[in-house]
């Protein structure tokens, strides 16, 4: 008897039914991985600092290399979002009546949401994936094992100074992008949409906390770190040659943002909160 092949309907269908079996443990094992990094890669950069053994030559040069990828694009994005937050904040001030009030709102969105994520975002898609792909390229050429055939820790070596690189640079590119975020948004909104500047300031200034830019700086520094350690989870865990580090990397890029994304939905809501506005 000949056997039939089975439909494409059929292969689809099974195809869906063991990925969706396969893909939930993978999921775990990855999120898994990533913490178990995370903290060991946290324990030796508090134990080098410590006890003077942290490699600061090599964690100087990849924050340079962090900067010299992500500063350009983070200030080009910076420019838009606050000029299109200007504008949207200020039709909407306009048709309530409170125009004097676009400052504020423009200012506080640029700074508690703007910032922090636009900085994350450009972290992740530069500098996040040029560390995996460096660090994915040193593992199929067996570099990897060959340090831990010598003894050394990769987490010690390679990952604790990429981790402190990508916080400091994390909080750099997001002052910056405060910065010019902010400046965007006042100068659109004085010369272009005729606004007040004293209006702008002072309200902005009235309704800004310590406390907001605290938690920007706050959520900065935890961006930086998962985006560090995704990468280097992924460029770590690279298998399948030249190919094996383009599917890393692409991971790489829509894990940080994915996790990006929902780490700051918490910590919005834990800071709404634990601090909550009780007026004005």
Request: net charge positive.
């Amino acid at each position: 008897m000949r056997h039939e092949k089975p439909s494409a309907i059929a292969e689809i269908i099974e195809w869906v039914r063991r990925y969706t079996r396969r893909h939930p443990l993978a999921a775990l094992e990855t999120v898994g991985e990533q913490f178990v990094l995370g903290i060991r890669a946290v324990e030796f950069l508090v134990i080098d600092i410590v006890t003077f053994r942290f490699p600061f030559a090599e964690f100087i040069r990849q924050a340079a290399f962090m900067a010299s990828a992500a500063a350009l694009p983070t200030m080009c994005v910076a420019v838009p979002i606050g000029v299109t937050l200007s504008i949207q904040f200020g039709l909407l001030a306009g048709q309530v009546g409170a125009t004097s009030l676009a400052g504020a709102a423009s200012g506080l969105a640029v700074i508690k949401q703007g910032a922090p994520m636009v900085a994350a975002l450009l972290m992740a898609s530069a500098a996040g994936s040029a560390l995996c792909a460096d660090l994915g390229s040193r593992k199929i050429r067996d570099e990897i094992d060959a340090l831990e055939v010598m003894g050394i820790s990769v987490v010690r070596r390679l990952v604790a100074p990429r981790l402190a690189a990508a916080v400091v640079v994390g909080l750099a590119l997001t002052g910056m992008v405060c910065f010019v975020g902010f400046l965007a948004g006042y100068l659109f909104n004085t010369f272009v949409m005729n606004g007040t500047p004293g209006s702008f300031v002072t309200t902005f200034a009235s309704f800004a906390t310590v406390g907001d830019f605290v938690l920007t700086m706050v959520k900065a520094m935890v961006f930086g770190a998962i985006v560090a350690v995704v990468a280097c989870q992924k460029g770590l865990s690279t298998r399948g040659g030249p190919a094996g580090v383009a599917n890393s990397v692409n991971a790489t890029v829509v894990a940080s943002i994915l996790l990006l994304m929902v780490v700051n939905v918490g910590f919005t809501q834990l800071y709404v909160l634990l601090f909550p506005r009780t007026g004005f």
